[in-house]
């Protein structure tokens, strides 16, 4: 049933790529963004609008919409936090290929401070003339809350500051707020109280989780939201990835080894398996690196 559906979003062409060593031109994006798509994923981050000075590996991500092909119902959504990106975005034609964008902000101040330079007030009157100008276009907008469980200057984050957030951007008209535990500190514990406090404001079904896997907990926290009512799962072929200004973290959880685990439980993704795996293969060896995925390699060495 529907209620069994959980809602992938494919974040290794943009939170994946924008951390590896590599940096992939725009045509062997459209290919990976392409294969994803020919696997099943229907929501797949397809870039940023961000400075390239910060986060070169997004550069021309314009032009890898323009390739994309939205005739199955595909997403592609893509991050632009200021007002500058939203210029960029409609400047570039983007909106003939993509209908959502993306924003975003941190519970905690010194990440927040990395990764946009401003306070998390700042950060919130910077997004806030992005979702209403994207909205007023008919564009769906997702946001995003970084550091939901622990930051990587300050320690351990306040639950309230977190479901604060998320409530401002459902208010401003998100239509789903993503959790991310950046460095993959939490556990099903720090996570599960955190998702408790933040479903006093935002309904499960508005929420999505994003966890990273540091520390090897990012399935454990994931299937443990699934299980708890979220229907929203962002994870990485491949487990590509990591965070630029998170010092050491790694990439999302691996798209395959959600995916295999939510089949088993009687879950839906719409999302071919061993396809997913084959994609995942071939990023690796296109990027020289292992998989950080487990299921991924185990399939297709079955
Ligand atoms: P800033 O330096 O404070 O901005 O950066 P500024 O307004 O002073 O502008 C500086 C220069 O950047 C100017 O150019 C602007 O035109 C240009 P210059 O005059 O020096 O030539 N600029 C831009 N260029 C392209 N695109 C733009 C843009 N805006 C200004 N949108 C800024 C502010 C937000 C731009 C900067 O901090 C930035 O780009 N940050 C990128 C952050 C980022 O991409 N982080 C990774 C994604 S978030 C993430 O990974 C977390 C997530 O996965 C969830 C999780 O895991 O928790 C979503
Ligand atoms: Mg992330």
Not at 23 to 45: Q, S, T, W
Request: charge should be neutral.
């Amino acid at each position: 049933s529907d209620d069994r559906f959980v809602r992938i979003l494919e974040a290794g062409p943009r939170d994946g790529l924008q951390n590896e060593k590599t940096i992939l031109p725009v045509a062997e994006r459209v290919d990976f963004i392409r294969r994803l798509a020919n696997a099943g994923f229907k929501r797949i981050e397809g870039g940023a609008f961000v400075s390239p000075k910060w986060v070169p590996q997004m550069a021309g991500t314009a032009e890898v919409l323009s390739h994309l092909d939205q005739s199955h119902g595909n997403r592609y959504p893509v991050l632009t936090p200021n007002s500058k990106a939203l210029e960029l975005f409609f400047f570039t034609g983007s909106q003939k290929y993509t209908d959502e964008i993306a924003v975003f902000t941190a519970a905690s101040e010194s990440f927040n401070k990395a990764n946009l330079n401003c306070t998390i007030a700042d950060s919130v009157t910077m997004l806030t003339p992005v979702v209403e100008q994207a909205l007023a276009k008919s564009l769906r907008v997702r946001g995003y809350v970084s550091t939901v469980v622990g930051c990587p200057f300050e320690g351990a984050v306040a639950p309230e500051r977190v479901r604060e957030l998320a409530k401002i951007l459902i208010d401003l008209g998100c239509y789903e707020v993503s959790l991310g535990d950046t460095i993959g500190v939490g556990n099903p514990v720090t996570f599960g109280r955190m998702l408790n406090e933040v479903a006093k404001d935002v309904p499960l079904s508005k929420l999505g989780v994003h966890c990273h896997d540091t520390y090897g907990a990012g399935v454990a926290n994931s299937l443990f939201a699934v299980e708890a009512g979220v229907r929203a799962v962002d994870c990485a072929i491949a487990g590509l990835g990591g965070c630029p200004y998170a010092p050491g973290a790694k990439g999302n959880v691996a798209s395959e080894d959600i995916i295999y685990a939510l089949h088993n439980m009687g879950y839906a993704t719409g999302v071919d398996l061993d396809a997913a795996a084959q994609v995942g293969k071939w990023i690796s060896d296109r990027l020289g690196r292992p998989s950080a995925s487990r299921a991924g390699p185990a399939l297709i060495a079955k």
